[in-house]
């Protein structure tokens, strides 16, 4: 796919990875189309990646959990012809690290509604289009806890696991179409991610990274952008990415102080 002029709709787009992509499909000379709850922080994104690199960007603010908004805002894209060439599913988050016999259930409800029932959502509101134009790359975030479970993790892990099995379903059902469909499952990113698991604990955020030589939220972008631009006719349908320093969700190697 030759990225400059194309259309890409990124969820989760405030911070993290969502922020990493905006950035990297801007320098591409992409349009955008960002969404995530906190619009101010959109705004002042786009506006900063308008100027540097003259594209276009629309934002939206958008709570992935809420079906009704969700496909408004799919019907707004519709009104101004905006038809993702590119769809990031990248909202999503995790809490916690209990028991699951001593878990928090609004934490799960809140996992699942963003990570699986968000995903759907807006799979459901933007697929349709780029399946009756019959052009485009819906890319899913997943995670390596889509594959192997950690201590703790039950609940998150499970909700990623589903991003992996509706990743493998949506592909089957866009067999004969020239849309694809991608699932990337990073390993240890750095992002905010711990921050908001930990419900802003610093401390306990630090711990996870400490001594690794993690991801960064532009590795993955870069990731993206590689299956993006791969030919029409390849398909990556998923792409597991580790740092070094990690070889499972459980084999951490971390540097002594």
Known sequence: MELKGKTVVVTGATSGIGEACARLFAAKGC???LAARRKEVLDKLAGELKAAHG????????????????FAFADELT??????????NNAGLARGLSK??????????????????????????????????????????????????????NVYCASKFA?????????????????????IEPGMVKTNFS?????????????????????SAEDIADTIRYVVEAPDHVNIQSLLVMPTDQRASFAVHREKK
């Not at 594209?55 to 992935?64: G, K, M, P, Q, R």
């Not at 890319?139 to 806890?145: K, P, R, T």
């Not at 990743?167 to 469909?181: C, F, H, K, M, S």
């Open 100 to 153: 699951l016999h001593e878990g928090d259930i609004d934490e799960w409800e809140e996992m699942i509604d963003t990570n699986v029932k968000g995903l759907l959502y807006v799979s459901r509101a933007l697929v349709p289009q780029m399946v009756a134009r019959n052009y485009g790359h819906v890319v899913n975030v997943g995670s390596s806890a889509g594959r192997s479970l950690y201590p703790g993790g």
């Open 163 to 183: 991003v992996n099995a509706l990743n493998q379903g949506l592909n089957i059902d866009l067999v004969g179409t020239n849309v694809r469909a991608t699932l």
């Open 195 to 215: 921050m908001v698991r930990f419900s802003g604990d610093q401390s306990k955020s630090d711990a996870v990274y400490e001594g690794v030589r993690f991801l």
């Open 55 to 70: 594209i276009a960007a629309e934002t939206f603010a958008l709570d992935v959990r809420s079906r009704k908004a969700v």
């Open 79 to 88: 009104a101004k012809k905006l038809v993702p060439d590119v769809l990031v």
């Open 31 to 33: 349009s955008l189309v």
